[in-house]
Each structure stands twice: as structure tokens, then as C-alpha cells.
């Protein structure tokens, strides 16, 4: 697989930015198939800027808006669209969106546009790009909850992406296939053939404050109660904010982390951000689920514990994988949002760790998202689960 990163600043006059992007991707010669992936501006007109795409690039075009995004020359991308064209002979691609999901439907929904998609390969699928937003409505439905969805769906391939960003508003992130454009939409696109990706995925936790408690009542995402008390009433007793409803702001920066259980005897630890409160039922939501009968504990992210996880993903990827994978030559990256904050005004930082590292030919892209999805292991056996995960570093090697 070849590929090539493509960037622009250009975001009000959509003519230029498309010449500019044709122009950087002027010498790179496409193979009998091919992929895009793009990232943009939550403020990008992305219906107006696909018909340009599509009158230059006669293949799928899938992605995201973002907060910010990273790229393999400029590094750190405040403004502008991002994208990256997969390309290869020996690879097939395909790409589908569901429609807008509930908590009723997601399942079906991802099912069949999984399925769908399986009669343009002629091989097992190797790999799936996913890129979904946030579920926020009355059924609020967990990340989790959504990879568990693609892993029925798929059997269990690899999965690798993210939930799509805005400028902190929560309410102008957007998902994109081809000329599609939805809100709460979940795409997939499937790659089979010559393909065998590898994942890196580091959590940004180093430092964790004194709060630990036995979730005794959940389901899914939502926590009832932390010990023999309400999940608010616990909060209000560690003189935590429990005044407001809405408090992903609040916590964006304080993880909670609970270990979830895979399988009869492994576990993955991951974080979570608690999104909102009710003060009816005393109850708190999360991103992610939150398992009954796990401990959960709260972390505290710090700049230099962003910066040396980005450190240590990419000493995986320049010491470890490129070096016994030669031909390996592209670089999925996703940040979670939370590390972005987390960096202040050096937001650079991350980007700073791998651009002057690069090895010569290989192409790289990401940007900062709500949430992450990549594999990780299990702390016990070693076997890799498809997991949803929140203030971590993820890096797709292809």
C-alpha cells in the first residue's frame, strides 16, 4: 500500500483548496485502487467541498470533522483540511455509512452496512476505518457499545478510528461518506487483501488522585452507585462539581479509569469521560461503559505526561515496527481531545515528537478526537480487543 498526506489551510474558497490539494498529490501516481481519508474544520462546508473532490477523485471518501489535525510536514494543523489517499494494487476498499443511529437501531444498522459492503472483496476483510459521532440523544449509547456492534457485525477484524470533534462545542461534529454528512452516523470502511496493520495505543495517565470506588449499579455507560452511596452523592462527598447537569467541561481533564473485563480472565484498563449528570436518578454518564462490580478510580492528565506518552507511541513505532516492516509506509494517528487541553499553548507538542523523525516515503495523518477506537491488549493473555478509549494516543502502522 502506498499513500500520500495532502494539506490546505484553504477553508472559505473551496476551489482553491481542492487545486491546492491536486496540486501536492500532482506526482503521486495512483494504483487500480484507492481510499481517502479526510479531516476537517467543523466550519468546512463538506457537501461543497465533496463535489470538487469528487470531480478530481473518482474513489470513497470518508472522515471526519476535527478540532485540530497532524500531519507529516506541517505537524500541528489548527485550521484547514487534512487528508490522505490510500492507494494500492494488491488492497481492496470499500466504504459505507449507516444513517443517523438511536439506541434502537445502531446494532442493525451497523450490520447491515457491514454486510453491504462484503460483495466488493473477494478476500477476508483485514481491517476496518471507523469514524462515528457521539450518540447524545435521549438513549444516550456508549462507545463501547458501538465497537461491540462492528465486532458482531465483523467477527472481530481489527478496528481503527475515532469519534469525531468540533471546537468544543459538542454540537457541530460531523461524519463523512462520500457525498453523505451526518451527525450521529457511523462509517466504515473495509480493507481487505495485502494488509496486515499493526497498533499502537498509549494512555496519557500518569499521575492519579485519591478516589476509589466499587461501581455497585450501572448499566452501560451510566453509573447509579459508587459504593453504598448515589454516583453524585459520592462526588458531592469528595467536594467534586455536581451542581450542573452538562460537566463534560468540567472533568475533561480528570479521567475516570476502570478496568473492563474481556472474555473469562482478561482485562484492559481504559479511561472515561463522565459527559453529564442527573439529579433525579443521582446518576452519571460516560462515554464509555462502565462495568458493575469494577473499581473506579480518577486520574489527572499533566502536559508532561501527554508529551512522554506521544514519546513512547512513536519509540514504538521508529524502534519496533518500521524497522522489521520495511515496507510499511503510512501512519494513522487520533489524540484524544482531552490531551490537547492538557498542553495549553504548547499544542505543538505532540507534533513536535515526530516530524523531524520520520523516515524518507512514509505519510502520516490524525487529529484530536472525543474518542479513540484502536486494539489493544489484555493484561493478562496478550489477546488484542477492539476497545472504545478516552485520553489516549493511537497510531495505525499500514
Not at 132 to 138: L, V
Not at 147 to 158: K, L, M, T
Amino acid at each position: 500500500m502506498r499513500s500520500v498526506s495532502l494539506y490546505t489551510e484553504e477553508i472559505d474558497d473551496l476551489d482553491e483548496a481542492v487545486r491546492d490539494l491536486k496540486k501536492q498529490a500532482e506526482n503521486f501516481i495512483l494504483q487500480n485502487n484507492s481510499l481517502a481519508v479526510i479531516f476537517t474544520e467543523d466550519e468546512t462546508d463538506y457537501p461543497e467541498l465533496y463535489k470538487r473532490l469528487r470531480a478530481v477523485w473518482d474513489f470513497p471518501i470518508i472522515g471526519c470533522s476535527a478540532l485540530a489535525m497532524l500531519n507529516d510536514r506541517e505537524g500541528y494543523c489548527p485550521v484547514g483540511i487534512s487528508m490522505m489517499i490510500l492507494t494500492a494494487d494488491d488492497c481492496t476498499f470499500s466504504a459505507g455509512v449507516t444513517g443517523e443511529l438511536t439506541s434502537d437501531d445502531y446494532r442493525q444498522k451497523i450490520r447491515e452496512t457491514y454486510t453491504s459492503q462484503l460483495d466488493k472483496h473477494d478476500s477476508d476483510i483485514k481491517l476496518i476505518l471507523c469514524y462515528s459521532g457521539m450518540i447524545i440523544n435521549e438513549k444516550n449509547v456508549a462507545g463501547d457499545d458501538l465497537a461491540d456492534a462492528i465486532d458482531e457485525a465483523s467477527g472481530g477484524v481489527p478496528l481503527y478510528g475515532a469519534t469525531a470533534s468540533d471546537g468544543f462545542g459538542f454540537n457541530n461534529f460531523r461524519v463523512y461518506c462520500n457525498e453523505e454528512i451526518l451527525m450521529n452516523g457511523q462509517v466504515l470502511a473495509l480493507i481487505s487483501g495485502n494488509i496486515d496493520p499493526k497498533f499502537v495505543c498509549i494512555n496519557s495517565i500518569g499521575t492519579r488522585a485519591s478516589f476509589s470506588y466499587e461501581i455497585t449499579q450501572s448499566d452501560s455507560n451510566h453509573v447509579y452507585r459508587l459504593g453504598y452511596g448515589s454516583f453524585i452523592d459520592t462526588l458531592r462527598k469528595e467536594e467534586m462539581e455536581v451542581s450542573k447537569e452538562d460537566v463534560l467541561g468540567s472533568y475533561i481533564l480528570s479521567p475516570f479509569i476502570v478496568k473492563v473485563q474481556k472474555g473469562t480472565s482478561d482485562h484492559v484498563e481504559v479511561a472515561r469521560n463522565l459527559t453529564a449528570l442527573n439529579h433525579t436518578t443521582g446518576a452519571g454518564t460516560f462515554l464509555g461503559v462502565m462495568p458493575e462490580g469494577s473499581t473506579l478510580s480518577i486520574g489527572i492528565i499533566t502536559r508532561t505526561d501527554v508529551q512522554q506518552s506521544v514519546e513512547d507511541a512513536f519509540s514504538v513505532v521508529f524502534t519496533e515496527i518500521l524497522p522489521s516492516n520495511p515496507g510499511y509506509k503510512t501512519l494513522l494517528c487520533t489524540s484524544c481531545c482531552a490531551r490537547f487541553l492538557a498542553l495549553a499553548n504548547n499544542t505543538s507538542a505532540e507534533a513536535e515528537t515526530y516530524i523531524s523523525r520520520l523516515p524518507e516515503g512514509v505519510s502520516l495523518t490524525g487529529f484530536y478526537a472525543y474518542g479513540e477506537y484502536c486494539p489493544i491488549k489484555g493484561d493478562t493473555t496478550g489477546t488484542m480487543y477492539n476497545m472504545f478509549h478516552n485520553f489516549t494516543f493511537t497510531i495505525l502502522v499500514m
